[in-house]
């Protein structure tokens, strides 16, 4: 059994849980942030004159290279400093970036927000994880990373209704300056959060150093390979996650939706199927790792399994086919199903004075890997395709993510066959 930690044995019950709630909301806005490009792409495509391949560079490459990347280094910072303060300057950063983005007038003044925003968002989950692993115990931690990780479907979700209520009255540009602002009010309030660890962390100023978390980094991956399976598994999985980045130019130019509506629909059927896939992951995953010999990871083998035959097919069906919208939902429901047990499991697996680090490293893998070439791939094969004349480039190039993605399966499994023998050899040594 670990240790509590400080924070586990000093909160209160409702100190945990309200600084739960306050980072699941903060998370929200990262997502709803995050995905307003996406949600408005039939609105900003058009109007800057983006070609698919540009479009895939301010979804994919730009944003992704600069949050992967400065996480990482954000990573190590929440290692080392005020965890809440660094998540309040995060906010106020990508917040204002988020306005200005609001005033793009082409590709290049929208690049440079997107691409710095991604440095501000890069602090959040790395930093917020850590907060939550010292506040819960380990037979809870899968529960408290869903809730964190329900930002995801709620925010993406918010993000589409946003534009399929809002876009048509108020213009995108209005959207990007009113969440902008709200962004700046949730700053003012993380800065305000105590952190348990902030005595230690002065302490202790002069301790491993950027080479020293390198060196516990490295270490951590080579002594688990149910740690790098994992991540491995969660790389393959993205690929198809940036390949949906293109799915509302998809829903309108190939499946003859209107672009209001169908951003009011999935924006509903995001919400609806990514709480239910988090609060399933969150307490399945938890009642698996309570009752099984198998880690987490084992139970996200079995639901890829079930649930990726529908996720290709709705790709191929006509709009009207009773498996398309159910096709949506499940591609939903697995990513957000995958979130709570597969950070838990990073930071089980991870060192307790690292794990900021370790989770940093994990996005800077599934976004850099597996986004990156999901997105950026995509709008690539998208242009390639339609240069060759082909009736439905947004189809085909998705299809493709898609197969790639299905390497997750063997990576699940044996994240989860290595998972209680990497976890007893990190406790023991």
Request: include cysteine; aromatic fraction near 12%; charge should be positive.
């Amino acid at each position: 059994m670990n240790a509590p930690s400080p924070d586990q044995a000093n909160d209160s019950t409702a100190s945990r849980w309200g600084l739960l709630a306050l980072l699941t909301l903060i998370n929200v806005l990262n997502f709803v942030d995050r995905n307003l490009l996406p949600s408005f792409a039939n609105f900003i495509k058009p109007e800057l004159g983006l070609t698919d391949t540009q479009y895939g560079l301010l979804t994919g490459l730009f944003f992704i290279i600069f949050y992967a990347l400065a996480g990482l280094f954000m990573g190590v910072l929440a290692d080392r400093m005020h965890r809440g303060r660094l998540i309040a300057v995060a906010i106020a950063l990508w917040s204002l970036l988020t306005a200005a983005s609001g005033a793009a007038r082409g590709f290049t003044s929208m690049a440079l927000p997107r691409a710095l925003i991604g440095v501000g968002e890069s602090a959040l989950t790395p930093a917020a994880a850590s907060l939550v692993a010292d506040r819960f115990k380990p037979t809870q931690l899968g529960l408290a990373m869903a809730l964190y990780y329900l930002g995801v479907p709620v925010g993406a979700g918010a993000s589409l209704l946003v534009a399929g209520y809002l876009g048509p009255t108020i213009g995108w540009r209005n959207c990007f300056y009113l969440l902008g602002g709200l962004g700046l009010l949730l700053a003012v309030m993380m800065w305000l959060v105590r952190d348990g660890r902030l005595v230690a962390a002065q302490t202790h100023a002069h301790g491993p150093g950027w080479r020293g978390h390198t060196r516990v980094l490295a270490a951590a991956l080579r002594q688990s390979p149910a740690l790098c399976a994992i991540i491995l598994g969660g790389i393959a999985l993205h690929v198809a996650v940036g390949a949906a980045a293109f799915d509302q130019l998809w829903f309108v130019q190939e499946r003859g939706f209107d672009r209001a509506e169908v951003a009011k629909l999935t924006g509903f059927i995001t919400v609806v199927a990514g709480i239910a896939g988090s609060l399933f992951g969150g307490f399945a995953g938890d009642w698996w790792y309570r009752t099984r010999k198998s880690g987490r990871a084992m139970l996200l083998f079995w639901m890829f399994l079930a649930l990726a035959p529908l996720t290709l097919a709705f790709r191929i069906v006509p709009a009207d086919s009773w498996l398309f919208v159910p096709g949506i939902g499940a591609g939903i429901f697995l990513l957000c199903a995958f979130y709570g047990p597969s950070v838990s499991t990073i930071q089980e697996l991870s060192p307790p004075s690292s794990r900021a680090t370790v989770v940093a490293f994990n996005i800077l893998c599934v976004n850099a890997i597996g986004l990156g070439i999901g997105i950026t791939g995509t709008g690539w094969l998208v242009d390639l395709f339609r240069s060759h004349g082909d009736p439905q480039p947004y189809t085909n190039a998705a299809l493709i993510m898609s197969l790639v993605s299905m390497l997750a399966l063997p990576a699940f499994f044996l994240a989860g066959h290595w998972f209680h023998r990497d976890k007893a050899r990190l406790i023991a040594g």
